[in-house]
């Protein structure tokens, strides 16, 4: 088995039309910009550095760990989330090296609050997250404003 170890992570969630519904990215709030629909809060961003995670680490998929049939994970915090699906990587052995996401939406802007995302997910992973905002240029779902999506990139190594 090698030390080194790579996992791909990808969700996507629809806007929401409840107006009272927060969109939460990267574990930072969007206050005026619609929510996503989700059984928790809907962090596309976190939801996918999860998933890279538990990829890389072997540990299957956020469904398998935290699944929306089960209503503990109801209107969850993806921050606390990201920290558990982190502990658990940890608990087998992995340690996060780094993790590098793309975030597609036209809206919200990313940038000015990408510096925010980063300390962020950091902080919940315990080793460097990077996120870049992609626009879809108007094409499928994405480039007609109906969701957000994101993908992302892991790296673990032996503990």
């Known amino acids: 088995m090698t030390d080194v170890r790579v996992g791909m992570g990808f969700d996507v969630h629809r806007f929401s039309a409840d107006p009272g519904r927060a969109l939460v990215l990267g574990g930072v709030s969007f206050p005026g910009a619609p929510g996503l629909v989700g059984h928790s809060d809907a962090d ?3 939801h996918a550095v999860a998933d890279a995670l538990l990829g890389a ?3 299957g998929d956020i469904g398998e760990h935290f699944p929306d049939t089960d209503p ?3 209107g969850a915090d993806s921050m606390v989330l990201l920290a558990e699906a982190t502990r658990r990587v940890t ?3 992995w340690a996060p090296g780094n993790v590098d996401c793309a975030l597609v939406t036209d809206t919200p802007r990313v940038a000015p609050r990408r510096q925010e995302m980063q300390e962020r997910l ?3 992973v315990g080793a460097p997250v990077t996120v870049k905002g992609r626009r879809p240029e108007g094409l499928g ?3 007609r404003g109906e969701g957000v ?3 992302a990139v892991a790296v673990v190594s032996r503990r």
């Open 44 to 46: 596309v961003v976190a």
């Open 57 to 59: 680490a072997g540990l």
């Open 72 to 74: 503990a994970w109801e």
């Open 91 to 93: 608990e087998v052995g």
């Open 122 to 124: 950091s902080g919940a």
């Open 141 to 143: 779902a994405l480039g």
């Open 149 to 151: 999506a994101c993908w």
